[in-house]
Each structure stands twice: as structure tokens, then as C-alpha cells.
């Protein structure tokens, strides 16, 4: 059973490893010379990969829509050719009676 106190043990254990990790990360570059340089171009490799994902997610959202649109364009299409007859007369039908009403 997860009690508060559970729940609170978790938040704190997370939080800690999230402040430990940049002072590690200070700690260890102020000792090995190079860890400053790996941890930056690490950094910078996950922005240019995220914002590359990023990219690419909209780029494929942006060409799935229009292919949507292209498809639901063709439906309608291939609907109005079938139903054409039935769309002519109704059209007709609303005509005429614009007409009989003194609206046309």
C-alpha cells in the first residue's frame, strides 16, 4: 500500500538525483580535465537530436495531413460522381421551388 509517506520518499529520492547529478558533473570536471568538454558536446548532441526529432515529427504530421486531405478529396469526388443524378434532381427540385416561392 503506497502511503503518503511512501509517495514522499520517492519525490525526495528523485529530487536528490536530480541535484546530485550537475554537482558530480562540477565535481568531476573540476578534477579530469576533459569531462567539461564531453558533458558540453553530450548536451549539445541531445538539443541537435531533440530538436531534429522534433523536425521530423511535424515534417511527417504536415505530409500525413495532406495526404488525408488528398484522400478525403478524392472520396467526395468519387461520391458526387456516383450520387450525381440524385444531386442534379434535388438541385433542380430546390431550384424550382426558389422560383414558385419568388426568391430566384
Request: glycine share 6%.
Amino acid at each position: 500500500m503506497n502511503t503518503t509517506g511512501t509517495h514522499r520518499a520517492r519525490e525526495a529520492n528523485a529530487l536528490t538525483v536530480v541535484l546530485a547529478i550537475p554537482c558530480v558533473l562540477a565535481v568531476l570536471g573540476s578534477v579530469v580535465p576533459g569531462v567539461d568538454d564531453l558533458v558540453t558536446r553530450a548536451l549539445v548532441v541531445l538539443v541537435v537530436v531533440g530538436v531534429l526529432g522534433v523536425t521530423a515529427r511535424y515534417i511527417r504530421r504536415w505530409v500525413r495531413e495532406r495526404r488525408e486531405d488528398r484522400a478525403d478529396a478524392l472520396t467526395a469526388a468519387a461520391w458526387r460522381a456516383a450520387h450525381s443524378q440524385c444531386l442534379d434532381r434535388r438541385q433542380q427540385q430546390q431550384r424550382s421551388r426558389a422560383v414558385r416561392s419568388g426568391v430566384a
